[in-house]
């Protein structure tokens, strides 16, 4: 079985630019998340969609962050303007989930984002 | 605002050494608590414990949670090169679908 599928898996900007994250989940899976990982913590969840809808975005810096999931299969996470905070890993999961209870989430191997 | 907290941030042993990393955690309607190894790549997953006192083991790894003090420990035995890497600790949420609260991850380093 093919796994999460992320590009590009690095990206240096400079700062006020604009940068765009691809990721394509495992097949048939229903739920994809967008994770932010700045160095020496934890995934913090950006966005989880459910299909194409959207699930929880409570924590996505909606002035600058957009993501979407037009077809329900891949993703795209977009920053715009990239600041240097922003500068982190960006991990997409997946999961077989089509309702609220949990099911183990797939990651993909992330891209890492460095903002100068 | 819920919260993950693990420690040590880092530890380093050497092979066969017998290692424990601990989580606690504080979530509202706290639903399981998952552990991820997090080596040059992505988080691969470990364990889920939904009940409190229940060890759940998989080779050299085993973990334990207890809902009444709210923490966990991951035991890793006879630790190898191998498993040097981060390990991640995170709790769920009843009604939040797979939303994953995670703490900021022990970096364990194995020397031979």
């Known amino acids: 079985e093919a796994g999460v599928a992320q590009s590009p898996r690095y990206k240096i900007i400079e700062k006020r630019q604009s940068v765009a994250f691809w990721c394509n989940p495992i097949?048939?899976?229903?739920?994809l998340y967008w994770y932010q990982q700045i160095l020496g913590q934890g995934p913090k969840l950006l966005i989880q969609f459910q299909n194409n809808g959207v699930v929880d975005d409570s924590q996505l810096p909606k002035d600058r962050f957009s993501a979407e999931r037009l077809k329900g299969v891949d993703s795209t996470l977009k920053i715009q303007p990239a600041k240097l905070e922003d500068s982190a890993v960006y991990l997409c999961?997946?999961?077989?989930?089509?309702?609220?209870?949990?099911?183990?989430?797939?990651f993909g191997p992330g891209t890492r984002l460095t903002v100068l | 605002e819920d919260k993950v907290v693990q420690s040590p941030l880092s530890l380093v042993v050497h092979e066969g050494d017998t290692v424990t990393l601990n989580c606690s955690y504080e979530v509202t309607n706290f639903r399981s608590l998952l552990w991820y190894k997090q080596g040059k790549k992505a988080p691969t997953f470990l364990f889920m414990l939904?009940?409190?006192?229940i060890e759940k083991k998989s080779g050299r790894l085993s973990s334990i949670l207890d809902k009444k003090e709210l923490f966990s420990i991951l035991n890793i035995t006879a630790t190898q090169t191998g498993d040097s890497a981060v390990y991640l600790c995170a709790g769920t949420v009843y009604n939040q679908g797979g939303k994953l609260i995670f703490g900021q991850g022990t970096e364990l380093s194995v020397k031979p």
């Open positions: 999961a997946s999961s077989p989930s089509a309702g609220l209870s949990y099911n183990e989430q797939f």
């Open positions: 097949s048939g899976h229903a739920t």
């Open positions: 939904t009940s409190s006192g």
